[in-house]
């Protein structure tokens, strides 16, 4: 039996390759051939992922975080020139304590302060990654650090034409809100960056006008593009500003990685999320390989640390939907990394016993 392993991240607590090498270590023991693919749709993890995916490198950088403070980052370059960023590198929630999570003063330069080492060192063709960051200012902080950057003595428009104008820049997101509104970067994703009620509607006022702003100059307006309010308005910044193209980073990776070849020949594919819900059918990486593992007749199976509306995941076509974590047991124990282990090891091994 064959079981293909492509499991994303459980966020804050253990690494895709963390997950599926822990499975795969009491899988083998038990006779089962297994293959780890580990996997990103683009968020956290997603920089080791696709750099070692597609054979690169890892090159070390220091820059700004969102708060502007000196801080090691890293960005992958590949065999053919092609740069891999995560903007979380650079500001990333996880890079500030709870205590300072500020979205009004958190900025986005040190994004822009890595793509400038990546051109720099050559690079015309970029996959960003964008996810879990900690700010909410369209962008404005990466801009305005290509402005110091490559705009000295020049207009951006000219910098935009010559330093800038011959990269290419592709956006790995699952993410389809707008830039402003309701359902734009503040009001949905700027409370667990901090923001009061206030501040989310300071922040969406700042994001429009800047939006209003660009579609002056510029004579177009991507702020109602799917994606555009990705990361925190960084998605409309660089389809505005950086002419990127918005893709599913999950399908990204999967074409990159020859997914289809990979699991023509397997008996089952595992996938699975930190949490997983109805909106792991939203495009999410789990149901985008279910719909890859549905198109050459594999089943999948979904194993999670947490599991909500079980039902409605199983009746999109999921084999099985597990969680490892035993009912009961308090969310502050489960995301321990030893009690996640022992809980996924014991996932596993209860897995081989209904399989034999």
């Given at each position: 039996?064959?079981?293909?392993?492509?499991?994303?991240?459980?966020?804050?607590?253990?690494?895709?390759?963390?997950?599926?090498?822990?499975?795969?270590?009491?899988?083998?023991?038990?006779?089962?051939?297994?293959?780890?693919?580990?996997?990103?749709?683009?968020?956290?993890?997603?920089?080791?992922?696709?750099?070692?995916?597609?054979?690169?490198?890892?090159?070390?950088?220091?820059?700004?975080?969102?708060?502007?403070?000196?801080?090691?980052?890293?960005?992958?370059?590949?065999?053919?020139?092609?740069?891999?960023?995560?903007?979380?590198?650079?500001?990333?929630?996880?890079?500030?304590?709870e205590?300072?999570?500020?979205?009004?003063?958190?900025?986005?330069?040190?994004?822009?302060?890595?793509?400038?080492?990546?051109?720099?060192?050559?690079?015309?063709?970029?996959?960003?990654?964008?996810?879990?960051?900690?700010?909410?200012?369209?962008?404005?902080?990466?801009?305005?650090?290509?402005?110091?950057?490559?705009?000295?003595?020049?207009?951006?428009?000219?910098?935009?034409?010559?330093?800038?104008?011959?990269?290419?820049?592709?956006?790995?997101?699952?993410?389809?809100?707008?830039?402003?509104?309701?359902?734009?970067?503040?009001h949905?994703?700027?409370?667990?960056?901090?923001?009061?009620?206030?501040?989310?509607?300071?922040?969406?006022?700042?994001?429009r006008?800047?939006?209003?702003?660009?579609?002056l100059?510029?004579?177009?307006?991507?702020?109602?593009?799917?994606?555009?309010?990705?990361?925190?308005?960084?998605?409309?910044?660089?389809?505005?500003?950086?002419?990127?193209?918005?893709?599913?980073?999950?399908?990204l990776?999967?074409?990159?990685?020859?997914?289809?070849?990979?699991?023509?020949?397997a008996?089952?594919?595992?996938?699975?999320?930190?949490?997983?819900?109805?909106?792991?059918?939203?495009?999410?990486?789990?149901?985008?390989?279910?719909?890859?593992?549905?198109?050459?007749?594999?089943?999948v199976?979904?194993?999670?640390?947490?599991?909500?509306?079980?039902?409605?995941?199983?009746?999109?076509?999921?084999?099985?939907?597990?969680?490892?974590?035993?009912?009961?047991?308090?969310?502050?124990?489960?995301?321990?990394?030893?009690?996640?282990?022992?809980?996924?090891?014991?996932f596993?091994?209860?897995?081989?016993?209904e399989?034999?």
């Open positions: 039996m064959k079981t293909i392993l492509a499991i994303d991240s459980f966020k804050g607590c253990m690494s895709s390759s963390e997950v599926e090498e822990t499975i795969a270590g009491v899988l083998n023991k038990n006779g089962v051939e297994t293959l780890c693919l580990p996997m990103s749709d683009g968020g956290e993890g997603m920089l080791p992922v696709f750099t070692s995916a597609m054979g690169g490198t890892l090159e070390p950088v220091y820059i700004h975080d969102q708060m502007m403070r000196r801080v090691d980052a890293q960005y992958g370059v590949m065999p053919d020139g092609t740069a891999i960023i995560e903007v979380a590198q650079a500001c990333g929630l996880t890079l500030v304590k205590e300072e999570r500020n979205p009004m003063r958190s900025t986005t330069y040190g994004v822009g302060e890595l793509l400038s080492r990546a051109i720099k060192r050559g690079c015309r063709n970029f996959i960003i990654g964008l996810g879990g960051t900690g700010t909410s200012d369209a962008g404005i902080g990466m801009i305005r650090a290509l402005v110091d950057i490559f705009a000295r003595g020049k207009s951006f428009d000219e910098a935009l034409k010559t330093e800038l104008g011959e990269c290419r820049f592709t956006l790995a997101s699952d993410v389809d809100n707008p830039l402003c509104g309701k359902n734009g970067a503040a949905v994703y700027a409370p667990q960056k901090g923001a009061t009620p206030e501040m989310i509607e300071q922040l969406d006022r700042r994001a006008l800047f939006a209003e702003k660009s579609a100059h510029f004579g177009f307006d991507k702020s109602n593009e799917p994606g555009a309010g990705a990361a925190g308005g960084l998605g409309y910044a660089f389809m505005q500003y950086l002419g990127a193209e918005m893709k599913s980073g999950a399908d990776l999967l074409d990159l990685t020859d997914f289809n070849g990979k699991i023509k020949d008996d089952l594919i595992m996938t699975g999320e930190g949490s997983a819900d109805r909106q792991t059918l939203m495009g999410k990486l789990p149901q985008r390989i279910l719909m890859r593992g549905k198109q050459l007749g594999v089943p199976g979904l194993v999670a640390g947490r599991v909500e509306d079980r039902e409605e995941l199983l009746s999109a076509g999921f084999s099985f939907v597990e969680s490892i974590t035993p009912e009961g047991m308090p969310l502050e124990d489960a995301i321990k990394k030893e009690v996640a282990f022992s809980n996924l090891r014991r596993a091994t209860s897995l081989v016993y399989k034999t």
